[in-house]
């Protein structure tokens, strides 16, 4: 007969993943994991398979956390407005309490970017690839842009996300609101 779980598994993965969001997949260690979630690695194991399993629940947990603003930014109608929203908003989850500075799914993008791991990558490329089409859907809103210079702004606000990201964990805030507002500027 199997036994029964002593803990919440969507608290365990939310604490998980606020170790992974502090130190990467690869700077947290199974004894990390095990101190922060206060459940053994058997217990790790038996619920996730794997670190890797692990990783990839906490990864799903972040990116139901911020379908908030995803959902925000695909109701909107106010176009290139609406990916600044969305710019500020992402921001602002940095500042919330218990939460890391930076963005979760970014710095995996980054860690894995020349990795071989396919299951990652693909989730990585599914993620950058929604958000740049979801980019492409609002710049349409412009009826004077035509598809080159919208895809151009699309690679431009994808690639200037990815340095917003980066920069939370470094910049001041009024260095990233100035950072936002110059990136809108030119568009």
């Known amino acids: 007969m199997a036994r029964k779980k002593q803990y919440n598994e969507a608290e365990v993965i939310d604490k998980a993943m606020h170790v992974f969001w502090q130190n990467g997949y690869k700077g947290t260690s199974m004894q990390m994991l095990e101190d922060e979630m206060g459940i053994n690695k058997f217990s790790i194991y038996s619920s996730f398979g794997s670190k890797k399993g692990l990783f990839l629940e906490s990864i799903n947990s972040y990116k139901k956390k911020t379908n908030q603003l995803f959902e925000k930014l695909i109701r909107g109608t106010k176009g290139l407005e609406d990916i600044k929203e969305f710019f500020y908003d992402s921001v602002n989850i940095c500042y919330e309490k218990g939460n890391q500075k930076g963005c979760l799914v970014t710095n995996t993008y980054y860690e894995f970017s020349d990795s071989e791991d396919a299951t990652i990558q693909d989730n990585m490329e599914g993620f950058m690839t929604n958000l ?41 805030k009024k260095e990233i609101e100035d950072y936002i507002e110059m990136t809108f500027s030119k568009l």
């Open 132 to 172: 740049k089409s979801i980019f492409i859907e609002k710049l349409r809103m412009d009826s004077s842009k035509d598809d080159a210079t919208i895809m151009k702004q699309a690679n431009f606000l994808l690639l200037a996300k990815h340095g917003l990201a980066a920069s939370t964990k470094v910049n001041t």
